[in-house]
């Protein structure tokens, strides 16, 4: 079967490709392993972060995207022809139309680089959807309909926060908050209360065992292994939910701020509408125990986490792909 289209969600963490007809065919990292000698770019992905782990000295790793922005033109051109060619396979005679799924705060020079770079990568045309849309799309929102739907994309980088209705976005904010934040949060926290050292990864493992967004009334534990700040020497603690449920306090009183900011700046007649859909939560950080019930105590508002909210945006970029008569309103720019 010859690839025609490709739908690409491009996310400060990870980068998922869509292939109609054949789901998520890449779900990689996005990481471009550098020389630091001459610049060279050696991997991309999964192999870049191999290849970091095991020969630190020479090589950096690049984040092509930073907080949801593009951080660098040359690493994201680099990483978007990889997954390209990646999903294409060995050789292929036709360029495929691609969408890529972009930040609603995407600025027109952005705009500009992300199209040259889908382009240089090998597309015969290149379009650009803001990813609280297709993010919509994927978790099954018909977003062309005359009612508000309201969306919260929430990654690693950023969460985007849009009411959407006849397949445009109506209100919106983004903020940079997401699950790198979390992590560092956290690591933090447990330097200050229990004097040990982890690195983002334990952190990151902690939010994923026994993370919360609201305090539970029998917490989790789990014990992690750290470095005494005072000795120096390794130890092990027992952390709990509402430890990291105190942690991520700061980092959630923003995001619910943002929340209650689209929900002020919404049109009435569509508030009536999100009031009666609900809140629907994509992105990995949607994963987080709880984090919809804390938006439900917010707003008020009922909440629901997607299904398979990792894939909604890639999802969405190849369901927009393959009926893009229905969804015109809906791209950014295109070429
Ligand atoms: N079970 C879980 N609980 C809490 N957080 C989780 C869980 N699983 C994944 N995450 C978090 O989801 C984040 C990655 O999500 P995702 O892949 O949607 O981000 P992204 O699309 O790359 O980033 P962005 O959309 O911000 O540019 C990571 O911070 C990860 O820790
Ligand atoms: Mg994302």
Redesign the pocket.
Known sequence: MFIKKIGI?L????VRVYVPKKGTVINEP?VVAISKNDGKILAVGLEAKDMLGRTPDSISAEHP?KE?VIANYKTTEAMLRYFINKALGGVHLFRPEVMVAVPSGITSTERRAVIDATIAAGARAAYLIK?PLVAAIGADIPIGAASGHMVI?I????AEIAVISLGGIVAWGSVRI???RFDLAIAEYIRRKYNLAVGVHTA?EI??TV?SAMFISKPLTVDIKGQDMVSGLPRIVTVTSDDVTEALQHELDLLMKAVKDVLHDTPPELSADVMDKGIILT???A??RNLAELVVQTTGVPTYVAEDP?FCAAKGTGIALENIDSYKRSILATR
């Open positions: 969600d996310g400060t963490n990870n996005s995207l949801g990813a994309d990654g690693g980088g950023t997401g699950g790198n990151e939010k994923k993370g992105g990995g950080s994963l987080l990792l």
